[in-house]
């Protein structure tokens, strides 16, 4: 049997038809998180003591919207709409839109680490990641069509400006539109005197998941972005508590190889398919 073959094999025995560890998963994050909003909302603790609790909670929430992308959850199509919500939900927490998740990760799995890779804007030293992330706690909250106006579609390299590229008219224009909306939700905040609890609730929490996303799920695994070949494109990397940051991700490899296997899974299908991996000579940190 060919090693490809091999590892298929082990890979749809772990893909469930549905993954209840990530439901239930799904099931204490949601709740957790409007609790936080709602301490934070209701003055009975300062919202700023909130800010690094909401920060992880909506880095957290991230893993069932990835999860929805690839359909891991449920895998039958007629659980689309719950994908959608769900990936919604998670997007808007980190400041971001279920269009440009779900887009640009696929085509990040298709363009790994080649020229058209939506992920390619993290590649360089770590200090950059951290720049843009406090960047991008201002540069997020203007408008795409006001970066379109003033660059065209030539715009700077600081996320997913350039996103249209992957993206169904339809979709671009969502984005835009909700994005949009975000936008005018803060500033709006803003205005009416409502600034302290939108930066501290809202906008420095989902940067600080956006930025752990960057560092955890795509700057530390594919670094240092030398190759777009299916075993030396992702790297593995050992360590428990890496495992626990990343959400399995120090497997990220297995994520790149198998996608339709869900997150909690990872470990055991690399500890089954170990010594296929290591023919193939795969990098191990």
Not at 195 to 207: C, D, H, M, Q, S
Not at 217 to 226: C, G, K, N, V
Not at 227 to 239: I, M, N, P
Not at 248 to 256: A, M, S
Request: proline residues 8%; contains cysteine.
């Amino acid at each position: 049997m060919l090693l490809s073959a091999v590892e298929g094999e082990a890979a749809r025995a772990l893909s469930p038809a549905i993954a209840w560890p990530t439901v239930l998963f799904i099931a204490l994050l949601v709740p957790l998180h409007l609790a936080l909003l709602g301490l934070g909302l209701s003055g009975a603790i300062s919202p700023w003591w909130l800010t690094l609790p909401l920060g992880l909670s909506a880095y957290l929430q991230y893993t069932p919207a990835h999860e929805a992308i690839h359909r891991n959850i449920v895998r039958s199509r007629g659980f689309d709409p719950v994908n959608r919500l769900i990936g919604w939900w998670a997007a808007l927490l980190l400041g971001m839109t279920w269009p440009l998740l779900l887009r640009t990760h696929n085509a990040h799995h298709s363009h790994t680490n080649a020229p058209n890779d939506p992920d390619g804007f993290v590649q360089g030293p770590l200090w950059r990641i951290f720049a843009m992330a406090a960047l991008s706690v201002w540069t997020n909250l203007i408008p795409v069509p006001l970066w379109r106006l003033i660059y065209g579609r030539n715009t700077p390299n600081l996320g997913y400006l350039d996103a249209w590229k992957v993206m169904r008219p339809a979709e671009w224009r969502a984005h835009q539109i909700a994005h949009a909306m975000m936008c005018a939700g803060v500033w709006t905040a803003l205005m009416l005197g409502y600034g302290t609890k939108v930066f501290a609730l809202y906008v420095v929490p989902a940067t600080l998941g956006r930025l752990t996303m960057g560092v955890f799920l795509s700057w530390l695994p594919h670094r240092p972005f030398a190759s777009d070949c299916r075993y030396q494109a992702t790297a593995l990397r050992r360590g428990r508590l890496l495992a626990l940051i990343s959400m399995g991700h120090n497997l990220h490899l297995i994520h790149h190889l198998w996608p339709r296997v869900p997150f909690y899974r990872y470990p055991k299908l690399y500890r089954q398919i170990a010594p296929l991996l290591h023919d193939r000579g795969v990098r191990i940190r």
